[in-house]
């Protein structure tokens, strides 16, 4: 009995343990996950973006709080040209047929409409739904009027990709949503940069 009353000590020790290292780690390498997502995810989705800036948007970017939902923030990255903002952008995301497909959705402030977007991550079909990142699909949000960044068959002007419908709405989606972000958060964002 007392043999057993040892091991059950000895072996929660041991998992106390390797549970206090892991959180550790975890909390030692959150920040440099982040740091890594936004150089090598959002940083060249941005530059495809962002083609008149002079700054780095990443360095640059600001936390500004969710319309509707205080408690939580979202990035927004700036695209300035000799120290004037031009352009920013934001990352949202719709529900695609693999997953979540993130986009980063630029918004002109000076003319309200969309510089473009750029696809950073998603789980899409490859060959099919993975189109969506390709620039047939994506030059057809530049300088649109946000409210016409919708689907055909949703009343906008863009071209559902053939056969990959939950992906292109997805995408729509993405855009809408970021949208309304920019809508809400526009008179903050002007007085930010």
Known sequence: MMEIVRMVVVLSAITGLAGFVLSGLKVWTTPIIEEQVLTNVQGPALKQIFLQGDNDPIADRKKLPMPGNEDETIIVFPSLKGGKLQAVAMEASGKGYGGDVN???????????????????????????????????????????????????????????????????????????????????????????
């Open 103 to 193: 986009v980063i959705v630029g918004f002109d402030v000076a003319a309200d409409n969309l510089v473009g977007i750029s696809v950073t991550t998603h789980k899409e079909t490859p060959g099919l739904g993975s189109r969506i990142q390709e620039p047939a699909f994506t030059k057809q949000f530049k300088a649109k009027d946000p409210a016409k960044a919708a689907l055909k068959k949703d009343g906008g002007d863009i071209d559902a990709i053939s056969g990959a419908t939950f992906s292109s709405i997805a995408a729509a989606d993405a855009v809408k949503q970021a949208a309304g972000w920019y809508a809400a958060l526009k008179d903050t964002i002007k007085t930010t940069w």
